[in-house]
């Protein structure tokens, strides 16, 4: 396994590859930074137009334009309201996704992932393992990784709530999900958490009714099933107040850092 750890304008990210020979390996890493740094570049012209609060815009940058693609699939498919608010979260979904997929355009290797904060983009072979340096060990979206049924072997794993620095409006703890790719998941993680609501009393309470946590978090499980019914993801977790809601073939056993006592 070997590692590089990469920051500039747009955030810290790690990257890793296992397998395949010293050269590659440190080609491709080379080659995943340097894509960072192009990023950089390509976006900074952007932010202003995608800030104006229309989905009837055409951003320069290739990434740029994936996340509004994303979202106007999302408006048009889902009836979900553009709001510039979700456009940082599905950029980072973005990035990490276009990074993974440069890393990986030359050579094969046994596993291979780029992460930024909670927003990861992963793939694995057949009989790889994801292999993780300890300080990157306590990640969410790892423990989802191993959560998740065996046989996933790519996609990408984001998550949200109040647990994080960044994070949406709504009242879930926690909301990680599991797609196809990570600019989807990122959009659908947002969206998800903003949908987890107690009402005013409950939220004020010190110790909210167990019911209102569930109802709560029922909402969330609404929202997240209507986005898998659209592909936008596949599998969730979902937490508020020690109580979880468990959506797709993932097992509990595994998420033990999602501090749940009680699972539906």
């Given at each position: 396994?070997?590692?590089?750890?990469?920051?500039?304008?747009?955030?810290?990210?790690?990257?890793?590859?296992?397998g395949g020979d010293g050269a590659q390996v440190q080609s491709a890493l080379d080659g995943g930074c340097a894509r960072l740094n192009q990023l950089?570049?390509?976006?900074?012209?952007?932010?202003?137009?995608?800030?104006?609060?229309?989905?009837?815009?055409?951003?320069?940058?290739?990434?740029?334009?994936?996340?509004?693609?994303?979202?106007?699939?999302?408006?048009?498919?889902?009836?979900?309201?553009?709001?510039?608010?979700?456009?940082?979260?599905v950029l980072r979904g973005a990035i990490v996704d276009d990074v993974l997929a440069t890393m990986l355009n030359d050579h094969p290797f046994d596993?291979?992932?780029?992460?930024?904060?909670?927003?990861?983009?992963?793939?694995?072979?057949?009989?790889?393992?994801?292999?993780?340096?300890?300080?990157?060990?306590?990640?969410?979206?790892?423990?989802?990784?191993?959560?998740?049924?065996?046989?996933?072997?790519?996609?990408?794993?984001?998550?949200?709530?109040?647990?994080?620095?960044?994070?949406?409006?709504?009242?879930?703890?926690?909301?990680?999900?599991?797609?196809?790719?990570?600019?989807?998941?990122?959009?659908?993680?947002?969206?998800?958490?903003?949908?987890?609501?107690?009402?005013?009393?409950?939220?004020?309470?010190?110790?909210?009714?167990?019911?209102?946590?569930?109802?709560?978090?029922?909402?969330?499980?609404?929202?997240?099933?209507?986005?898998?019914?659209?592909?936008?993801?596949r599998s969730g977790v979902l937490t508020l107040r020690g109580r979880g809601r468990l959506i797709g073939m993932i097992s509990a056993d595994r998420?033990?850092?999602?501090?749940?006592?009680?699972?539906?």
């Amino acid at each position: 396994m070997t590692i590089r750890v990469h920051e500039n304008g747009l955030g810290s990210f790690l990257l890793s590859l296992n397998g395949g020979d010293g050269a590659q390996v440190q080609s491709a890493l080379d080659g995943g930074c340097a894509r960072l740094n192009q990023l950089e570049e390509e976006c900074a012209p952007d932010f202003d137009l995608i800030g104006t609060g229309s989905l009837d815009v055409l951003p320069r940058s290739a990434v740029m334009r994936r996340v509004m693609e994303v979202l106007r699939s999302a408006a048009a498919q889902a009836g979900i309201a553009y709001a510039a608010s979700r456009v940082p979260a599905v950029l980072r979904g973005a990035i990490v996704d276009d990074v993974l997929a440069t890393m990986l355009n030359d050579h094969p290797f046994d596993s291979a992932f780029v992460v930024s904060g909670e927003c990861g983009a992963f793939q694995i072979e057949m009989e790889g393992v994801l292999d993780v340096p300890a300080e990157a060990r306590t990640g969410l979206w790892l423990e989802m990784v191993h959560g998740l049924r065996p046989g996933i072997v790519r996609g990408g794993i984001v998550s949200a709530g109040a647990r994080f620095d960044e994070h949406p409006s709504g009242d879930a703890d926690i909301v990680t999900l599991y797609g196809a790719c990570a600019t989807e998941t990122a959009l659908a993680a947002t969206l998800v958490a903003e949908s987890v609501e107690m009402n005013s009393a409950a939220r004020q309470a010190s110790i909210p009714p167990v019911e209102e946590i569930w109802d709560a978090l029922s909402k969330g499980a609404r929202t997240l099933s209507r986005l898998r019914d659209q592909r936008l993801v596949r599998s969730g977790v979902l937490t508020l107040r020690g109580r979880g809601r468990l959506i797709g073939m993932i097992s509990a056993d595994r998420l033990l850092r999602f501090g749940v006592s009680d699972w539906r």
